[in-house]
């Protein structure tokens, strides 16, 4: 990581919908040039002004003009800041060349990307440059996958707390969520599908629990595709997210070392069967007339959301231990925007994490879920 920058963070797509939560969350927590130096950048200096205004930033808050589709605009941008973090998606569309600007300049990069055929192309691309680099590239820093790495993680510690090892199996079971989608997931979705259609290929990166963990391929994991009879909750069904967060599950697992063991399995489904498979609450309106990008849940939405999700974990004799994570805002925005800025924070302050294309729980297990609790309205409960 860079030592010294003008910047600590900047965010880039700070006038989209959630890139304005980030900033929102980071005027509201840390003014400006004070604990956190940050700065808000896009594709139009106006109209970051506009959004500054309109979040409350401080009027001194500092501006920078950057756009994908021209990358010495990137570079610049890159140049100033420890870290960056990108609203910008698809990341599939839009992403690649930051990650590449990051890459070489050795800057760090945190995205929300739930796109796992891009992810796994950075992967190939990036990882050994990153290394050699010492840019830290982090996917995944919001719902998907933040709740769930750390809700392994902290059932694998609780375990070895009170088992005394940790467990071959973790369950991730959704108890109870409340929140919307945005014109950004929206679009993401429809880009995997239709590079997807251009590359059947990437079929089979989607289809892996394994696709993210290249030269590594773990045991068979539970479908999840239909519903079933859990002993420990009863019926469950399918989770949508799941495709996303147990790759990004088996990647941690990987990253540090297999410290669940080489045969680990997980899986995620949400309690209460075929009724409950989706758990948001305008996801009836995809893929015809879904939000647009800019569009999402309204403040009222966003502060009644919420997320509670249960882990089994359990060892060969069948002993158990159960921990929840929850949040306090809806899962893919409130809490989202919330969770990538203290991640960024958290990163920027952990010199000791070593170059790579990481998640955000590999690279920074305990540390994160302080900061999340004590800054993000999450809490990591034993039952």
């Not at 990307?113 to 290394?131: L, V």
């Not at 068979?220 to 009863?234: L, M, R, S």
Request: net charge negative; glycine share 14%; proline share 6%.
């Amino acid at each position: 990581m860079k030592s010294d920058a003008e910047f600590d963070l900047i965010v880039y797509g700070a006038s989209g919908y959630t890139g304005r939560l980030v900033a929102e969350h980071l005027a509201k927590n840390y003014g400006v040039g004070g604990e956190v130096k940050w700065a808000m950048a896009g594709r139009s200096a106006a109209k970051l002004a506009e959004v500054r205004d309109e979040i409350g930033a401080p009027k001194d808050t500092p501006l920078v003009v950057a756009d994908a589709a021209d990358p010495a605009s990137l570079d610049a941008m890159v140049a100033r800041t420890k870290a960056v973090i990108t609203t910008v998606g698809p990341y599939q569309l839009y992403g690649n060349e930051l990650v590449e600007a990051c890459v070489k300049a050795g800057t760090d990069c945190l995205d929300l990307s739930g796109e796992p055929n891009w992810m796994r192309a950075m992967i190939d691309k990036h990882h050994a440059a990153a290394k050699a680099s010492g840019a830290r590239i982090l996917h995944s820093c919001g719902f998907d996958s933040i709740p769930f790495e750390m809700g392994v993680w902290f059932a694998q510690e609780t375990a070895k707390a009170k088992l005394g090892h940790v467990v071959a199996r973790v369950k991730g079971r959704v108890r109870g969520i409340d929140g919307g989608l945005s014109g950004g997931t929206a679009a993401s979705g429809a880009a995997t599908m239709a590079a997807i259609q251009k590359d059947p290929s990437l079929l089979a990166i989607m289809m892996s629990p394994f696709g993210l963990t290249p030269g590594f391929e773990g045991p068979a994991q539970p479908a999840g595709q239909a519903p079933e009879e859990d002993p420990d909750v009863g019926p469950v069904g399918p989770f949508m997210m799941a495709v996303i967060n147990t790759k990004n599950v088996h990647r941690s697992n990987l990253l540090m070392g297999h410290p669940y063991g080489a045969d680990f399995v997980y899986d995620e489904m949400v309690i209460g069967g075929p009724g409950e498979t989706v758990g948001f609450t305008d996801m009836g309106s995809l893929p015809g007339g879904g939000p647009k990008p800019g569009e999402g849940p309204t403040k009222e939405e966003r502060e009644r959301g919420f997320f509670d999700i249960l882990f089994i974990g359990v060892d060969a004799d069948g002993k158990r231990v159960k921990v929840a994570v929850k949040g306090d805002k809806d899962p893919g925005y409130g809490s989202t925007s919330k969770m990538l800025a203290e991640t960024a924070i958290a990163l920027v302050r952990a010199p000791d994490v070593a170059g790579g294309v990481w998640t955000p729980g590999a690279a920074l297990q305990g540390r994160l879920k302080d900061r999340l609790q004590a800054h993000a309205g999450l809490s990591f409960e034993v039952e």
